[in-house]
């Protein structure tokens, strides 16, 4: 057999004949970007949501971009973020020349921590920036209290939680805008995609100028039109549209969610169930009235953990099993570098260097599930040569 066929990947995407089909009868209908098929994903994404509206866009950066513009951050406003986040998060900041200002995280949920974001405010904050990281949702209560507190706009970065929700309520329907990936590394996807809700008309309409060149009036209305009708561009927009071509494997995607995210939890659970007793390493954890998709399954390695975080990936790759490293920290990127001068997230630092992510995908073959669990026990429980 070749390796590459007894390999365990980290995740895959979940797409089927459904999703061919409906690519190949769009591109035949001839109307393959932003059209009707956009549209009735975003209808479907917002009654799934529970919101009034979706605006379909390229990806998530562009819904973040879009998403800055229209709560008015721009050159010389800060925004708080957490720096352990993909990379993508401090861009979106970035792009309107505002400052995106690094906050700790909480070390269980890898998620933005609301007392260290409160006490990075200055007068500079316009804006905070949540993620809710490998889809577990950040404490959106303690966030709208505080984004209230000192007038600030909330924007989430949900672009690992679709299907997540929060309190009973499905991320999406938390704040006024909120951004969504469909890259195939989250839960669901249309290739590349994104998605921003929001239940406010001016941000709404405002969206859907700056996605396409700032065009007053969209190609299917003129389409569709019986009279002559011209379009003005009444601002500067961006070219960030979705295809239809994608949309319509999004509405495949969208009816298939609820079910996909549920066998996501049967396999974390396994997991959960079977590293329980293990002292040495911190299991994901979820509070009362968080719900999540497990877009990643993360677990810290303590101090005491037998083996260091690369060895153990290292051993399970040579048992046939990918695994990743806990989320990136911007901070330390090149790009980054320097942005506050020398700061200090020793927090985000040790989650990012001692997590290792291990593979969650639908389907999961329960033999799969074993491998990775009995590798995992066999390597780190097996007798070691001490090295000191
Ligand atoms: C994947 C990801 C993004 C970027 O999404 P794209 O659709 O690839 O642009 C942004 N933020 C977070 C937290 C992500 O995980």
């Not at 953990?305 to 990918?322: T, V």
Request: one cysteine or more; aromatic letters at 10%.
């Amino acid at each position: 057999m070749d390796k590459r066929e007894r390999m365990i990947p980290i995740a895959k995407p979940y797409l089927t004949e459904e999703e061919a089909q409906a690519a190949y009868d769009t591109i035949l209908t001839g109307w393959t970007t932003q059209g009707p098929k956009v549209q009735e994903f975003e209808e479907k994404f917002a009654a799934y949501t529970g919101v009034k509206y979706a605006v379909a866009v390229s990806n998530c950066t562009t819904a973040l971009h879009l998403s800055m513009i229209v709560a008015g951050v721009g050159a010389g406003d800060e925004v708080i973020c957490p720096s352990m986040s993909y990379i993508a998060t401090a861009n979106a900041i970035k792009y309107v020349g505002a400052t995106p200002v690094f906050a700790e995280v909480q070390p269980e949920s890898y998620n933005l921590s609301p007392v260290d974001a409160e006490k990075k405010i200055t007068d500079k904050t316009k804006a905070i920036l949540i993620v809710h990281q490998i889809g577990m949702p950040a404490d959106i209560d303690a966030f709208k209290e505080l984004s209230e507190r000192y007038n600030l706009k909330l924007i989430e970065d949900a672009a690992c939680a679709a299907g997540s929700a929060y309190k009973g309520k499905k991320i999406g329907s938390n704040s006024e805008l909120v951004c969504f990936s469909f890259h195939p590394r989250k839960v669901i996807s249309t290739g590349d995609g994104g998605m921003i809700t929001t239940n406010r008309e001016d941000y709404y309409r405002r969206l859907k100028l700056l996605r396409q060149h700032g065009m007053s009036v969209n190609d299917r209305v003129r389409h569709e039109a019986n009279k002559v009708i011209f379009e003005d561009h009444v601002e500067v927009g961006y070219n960030y549209r979705m295809t239809d071509i994608q949309a319509a494997v999004g509405i495949k995607q969208l009816e298939k969610l609820d079910w996909i995210v549920s066998e996501r939890r049967k396999v974390a659970a396994t997991y959960n169930e079977a590293f329980k007793d293990l002292d040495f390493i911190r299991l994901p954890s979820e509070k009362e009235g968080y719900y999540s998709n497990y877009q990643s399954y993360s677990i810290y390695l303590k101090r005491d953990c037998p083996l260091d975080r690369n060895s153990l990936m290292q051993e399970l790759l040579d048992k046939g099993i990918a695994s990743r490293r806990g989320v990136m920290t911007s901070h330390r990127e090149t790009a980054y570098k320097n942005i506050q001068g020398n700061i200090n997230l020793p927090v985000s630092e040790d989650l990012q260097d001692n997590s290792i992510i291990l593979p969650l995908y639908v389907p999961m073959k329960e033999d799969e599930v074993t491998h990775v669990i009995d590798s995992f026990f066999n390597i780190l429980m097996a007798p070691r040569v001490l090295t000191y």
